[in-house]
């Protein structure tokens, strides 16, 4: 991680991780456990030679870079889902997340799901999702860590395949009227978004909408159009009303128009400063996520894909911009007030939160 460690007080914060996809986090030793049992070849004849790959800095991107022979991230990451078959592997899959969540003070959680990356092998809705819902529970129940999760349309798959995987998932949603097994409360995008802009999955947002679930969607950071897909999310999608949060966003700091309608409509943005640090040198980075906050934008820190991201977790991410953006002890304080207000919990677990949030700062 760049040479830092996790401070006492960086580890002390609670937290609320609003951009987590459950297959990102998938560890090398769950992968190989769940290869062998359920007989999935992998390319890696050891489990040494398993780890080693997690080492390398997936941060290619094939269609602005061209070929340069190495796997890009998604590849790795959508070879990881493979060995993913069973109820019981989702479940486990969710809860070791939990228990890795726990163990960094996170009280709350909305990871990111999709089925279509498992449905396409064969895999049945009802395993993927009974598999989460029962770990929902379990994770609370027995790790302490509460979560509402959020269905995702891979965007660079057909928008019709979306729209029936939504309505195939739908009994598994928070719906408005009262309806619906709780496992999910909003809908979002993910996969590659490259000439795949926000607005094509429009008619999925307004069923979302139409079931009251909230809306967020990725603008990734330097994704070919990226601007052009922000302003979609802010000013157009939802018949014009913007989605609820974006994930990622930081290329808002180009675009004073976008700096604007963000504020406006009081639109977060789900930051993952470890996934940008791949791409963009400290003195780069870390100065723009400076700017963004004192342009007064709201946004909190998160992890992505911690597993293929060189293992750094909600508080690595923490302690880069503590360290890097020079935020005070306060500022880390509200950031993460700026998390439990964007999310999506129940007034009593943001009331949990902040009363815990206070006692962390008190003194600092």
């Avoid at 998604?74 to 109820?87: A, F, N, P, R, S």
């Avoid at 094509?200 to 990226?226: I, N, P, S, W, Y």
């Avoid at 953006?325 to 677990?349: H, P, R, Y």
Wanted: with cysteine; net charge negative.
């Amino acid at each position: 991680m760049n040479g830092l460690q996790i401070t006492p007080f960086i580890a002390s914060l609670p937290k609320v991780e609003l951009h987590i996809h459950i297959e990102g986090t998938l560890t090398p030793a769950l992968r190989w456990k769940l290869a062998h049992k359920n007989n999935i070849p992998l390319r890696y004849p050891t489990y040494e030679a398993l780890l080693d790959s997690y080492k390398i800095t997936y941060n290619h991107r094939r269609e602005l870079n061209g070929d340069n022979g190495a796997p890009t991230f998604l590849e790795t990451y959508y070879e990881g889902c493979q060995v993913l078959c069973t109820e019981d592997d989702f479940y486990e899959l969710a809860m070791t997340y939990f228990a890795n969540a726990s163990a960094r003070n996170v009280r709350y959680a909305e990871p990111f799901f999709d089925v279509q990356a498992h449905t396409k092998r064969g895999i049945p809705v009802e395993a993927v999702l009974n598999g989460f819902l029962r770990a929902q529970h379990d994770g609370a129940k027995e790790l302490g860590v509460k979560s509402n999760w959020i269905f995702c349309f891979l965007r660079d798959h057909l928008v019709e395949e979306g729209l029936e995987a939504f309505r195939s998932v739908l009994p598994w949603a928070r719906k408005k009227d009262g309806t619906g097994k709780g496992l999910f409360h909003a809908v979002g995008l993910a996969s590659n978004e490259y000439d795949r802009p926000p607005g094509l999955f429009e008619e999925g947002f307004l069923l979302a909408k139409e079931a009251g679930l909230r809306v967020t969607m990725h603008c990734d950071v330097d994704q070919k159009d990226v601007v052009a897909h922000m302003r979609d999310g802010i000013f157009t999608v939802c018949a014009g009303a913007g989605a609820d949060r974006i994930d990622h966003g930081l290329n808002a700091i180009d675009s004073p128009e976008l700096i604007a309608g963000l504020k406006a409509k009081n639109i977060g943005l789900t930051l993952c400063p470890h996934a940008y640090h791949r791409r963009q040198a400290t003195e780069v980075l870390f100065p723009k996520i400076r700017r963004l906050w004192d342009e007064g934008v709201q946004f909190c820190i998160n992890s992505d894909d911690p597993t293929y991201m060189h293992d750094v977790w909600i508080d690595g991410n923490m302690m880069k911009v503590y360290e890097y953006c020079g935020f005070t002890k306060a500022e880390m304080g509200k950031l993460v007030q700026n998390a439990v207000e964007m999310s999506w919990a129940d007034e009593v677990i943001k009331g949990e939160i902040l009363a815990d949030l206070d006692r962390a700062l008190a003194g600092c």
